[in-house]
């Protein structure tokens, strides 16, 4: 390895040297390769500012077309997670609100996350609320920021009690979690969960809960709590999540955001964070990691996200029902006395491969009254779940843009070679035969494969 982010080598390289435990050689390999690069990129050309980009500042990096960029990220990227009764949006009118949480106003280490430069701006969920709710009151609930060690959740039951909505904006920071300081702890961190209870059971209306963090977090008590009427997830949404969020709720934008990973229980945790198989095993009680094999139970799955609207989909074409590969030679194996026949990609070849491919055509239909960006996630998973395979595995995804009412088409190519294709114990991609599944949001499409 040629470099390593933390201080590993820093700290040790010298003694390894000395001890004959690292040659040298490696040392200066290394060397030649990361000068080599900097090199290539220009970095020794003289003077930064007399170079192409060396001229770049702030009126070029805060542009009009750049901080729309921004605020459109935050917007795809926010994933509605519960909308009860149709609580969100909430009205453009002059209904009062209260933001209340340790993230409603919080710095550049909430809406930011780990990795950012300067930002062009920064705008906080309850500076974004100030084009829509006249009438906010603002109060932090907590008295060390998402640590929330030390909470006024009595003030913050007495702000809610007075108003007619209520935004709780909670979650994680940096403090929690950033590069080299993981989580030991999948909830809410401090008083967070008892805050959201208390000021939910007090608000006259159910409240809608923001989530600003990077990780998962465990928040089942919110999820089937009927006083908690709406949650959204906004990752770290960046310098105009403020702006984001607050076009979201109050519905000058529709959601459509989808989880990009599995949203574990509190009791993951017990799993050894060194155990890093993929694959689960009922004989252990292990249930394996990830959406594609974790077979536990889940707050929310890979790929959730609601909208304001209801999307319907239509199978128009799917170029065939069952793939036959009949090319090279056909390999057995045994499962629990069952004989399964299966070919190896490799001994298909390339253009074989390529002449397999399937092609499929979706009617996708916006439903509602709101225009809105969808993603479509188009699945495959095994009629029966064996030998190791996949519970399920993402195959394709494209958003789609759809007025109310308005309907599309969307289409996928997919490899039998790539899609259809899983590892076997020797680490060989084997195609086996079987019936298969296409899966696009509650719809599915049978697939037969024969060899």
């Known amino acids: 390895m040629d470099v390593e982010c933390g201080d590993y080598i820093t700290k040790h390289a010298k003694s390894a040297v000395s001890q004959k435990k690292l040659p040298i050689s490696q040392i200066d390999r290394a060397l030649q390769n990361l000068f080599a690069i900097r090199m290539r990129l220009g970095l020794f050309d003289g003077n930064p500012t007399k170079l192409p980009y060396g001229t770049i500042g702030p009126n070029e990096v805060c542009s009009k077309e750049h901080l729309q960029l921004a605020l459109e990220a935050a917007r795809d990227g926010i ?103 993981d989580r030991e702890y999948l909830g809410l961190p401090g008083k967070q969960e008892e805050l959201i209870k208390s000021v939910a059971k007090a608000s006259k209306r159910p409240v809608v809960l923001v989530l600003l963090c990077g990780g998962p977090v465990d928040i089942t008590s919110a999820k089937f709590d009927n006083k908690v009427g709406g949650i959204l997830w906004a990752g770290y949404p960046g310098e105009l999540g403020g702006v984001a969020l607050a ?151 494209q958003s789609v843009k759809l007025n109310a009412g308005e309907t599309a088409q969307v289409g996928f190519e997919l490899s039998p070679c790539e899609h259809l294709s899983v590892a076997n114990e020797a680490g060989s991609l084997v195609i086996e035969e079987g019936s298969y599944l296409l899966l696009v949001g509650d719809q599915e499409y049978p697939l037969k494969v024969t060899v």
């Open 79 to 181: 994933v509605l997670l519960k909308n009860t009764d149709s609580l969100l949006p909430l009205p453009k009118t002059s209904h009062s609100v209260a933001v209340i949480g340790p993230n409603a106003n919080a710095s550049s280490l909430v809406s930011l996350g780990n990795y950012y430069g300067r930002p062009c701006k920064l705008v906080t969920l309850l500076q974004g609320f100030e084009g829509y709710a006249k009438d906010t009151t603002y109060h932090p609930g907590c008295d060390d920021g998402p640590q929330c060690a030390s909470a006024r959740i009595e003030e913050a039951v007495e702000v809610a009690k007075r108003v007619d909505y209520v935004v709780l904006v909670m979650g994680l920071d940096q403090s929690q979690e950033r590069e080299s300081h």
């Open 247 to 397: 076009q979201v709720i109050f519905g000058d934008h529709n959601p459509g955001g989808k989880l990009p990973i599995t949203w574990y229980p509190k009791d993951f945790i017990r799993i050894p964070m060194t155990d890093m198989r993929m694959r689960a095993d009922s004989a252990s009680g292990y249930p394996g990691r990830t959406y594609r094999f974790y077979t536990g139970p889940k707050v929310y799955e890979f790929g959730y996200g609601l909208s304001y609207t209801k999307y319907s989909y239509n199978l128009l074409s799917l170029s065939q029902n069952t793939l036959h590969i009949n090319q090279s030679s056909t390999h057995l194996m045994t499962e629990n006395s069952e004989t399964i026949r299966y070919k190896l990609v490799a001994d298909l070849g390339e253009q074989t491969c390529q002449s397999m491919s399937l092609s499929i055509t979706l009617g996708v239909t916006n439903h509602g009254n709101m225009a809105g960006k969808h993603p479509v996630l188009l699945f495959l998973k095994k009629g029966q779940v064996r030998n190791g395979n996949p519970v399920k595995q993402l195959v394709g995804f």
